[in-house]
């Protein structure tokens, strides 16, 4: 079956750097998403990797690597306002996404 | 500010009720999207449609019924629901079908938080 593990909840500081991990089994692979989603919100696009590498958009940067069936999202220079969860999805051989839980992060003063 | 609406935001409707969820979007997109989700559970697929038709359906129990009378118009019709079927109900769309489309993203709208008494 088709799996993405993510972990269900991380806590951080304000000003730090957090590493959320994805992991994925997918039947094929046609690039992997990252969104965050604020309690009660939409979720709202983040990152978009389809080859392997790092893609770095200001504080955020999301890296691939697809031999290993992995990703990560790094958040720099912690704000309280990313205190979200953070969704990882991989769009597979025939163009559906596939959903992870989802990662709460937790920011503390 | 997604460009994708919904109401209502909340609905507690018993067991026998009949209620229906709106979605809008201002978008000009082509593909539109209902997803089920529960706390601490992957976003679930319910419904695709394209261009006003229905592409895909899976495997969702015919308590649920879609409609969409136009691209920018989704309804999804709610009767005899269980209490299971509670949680969060999310409507998106995106310019074309993603297997149509390269890097092209959904947008959401913020769903509709549904309790079945």
């Known amino acids: 079956g088709q799996n993405i593990d993510q972990p269900t909840e991380m806590t951080a500081t304000e000003g730090a750097i957090v590493q959320i991990n994805c992991t994925y089994q997918?039947?094929?692979?046609?690039?992997l998403f990252w969104y965050q989603q604020h309690a009660g919100e939409a979720p709202t696009f983040l990152s978009y990797n389809v080859l392997d590498g790092l893609e770095e958009k200001g504080r955020f940067s999301s890296f691939l690597s697809r031999s290993k069936g992995y990703s990560y999202l790094l958040l720099k220079e912690l704000q309280m306002k990313d205190s979200a969860s953070y969704l990882c999805?991989?769009?597979?051989?025939?163009?559906?996404?596939?959903w992870g839980a989802g990662t709460k992060l937790i920011i503390k003063p | 500010e997604t460009g994708v609406t919904q109401t209502p935001r909340h609905l507690v409707m018993g067991m026998t009720n009949k209620k229906s969820l709106k979605c809008e979007q201002h978008l000009g997109h082509n593909a539109m999207y209902w997803y089920k989700q529960s706390a601490k559970k992957p976003l679930e697929l319910m419904f695709v449609y394209s261009l006003e038709e229905r592409v895909e359906n899976n495997s969702v129990p015919s308590r649920f019924s879609p409609e969409c009378p136009n691209s920018s118009h989704l309804f999804l019709h709610l009767h005899t629901l269980q209490p299971e079927d509670s949680a969060l109900y999310l409507c998106a769309s995106s310019q074309d079908l993603l297997r149509d489309s390269g890097t092209d993203t959904q947008y959401f709208g913020p769903g509709t938080r549904l309790t079945v008494l």
């Open positions: 997918t039947s094929g692979f046609n690039g």
């Open positions: 999805a991989v769009r597979d051989s025939n163009y559906q996404l596939i």
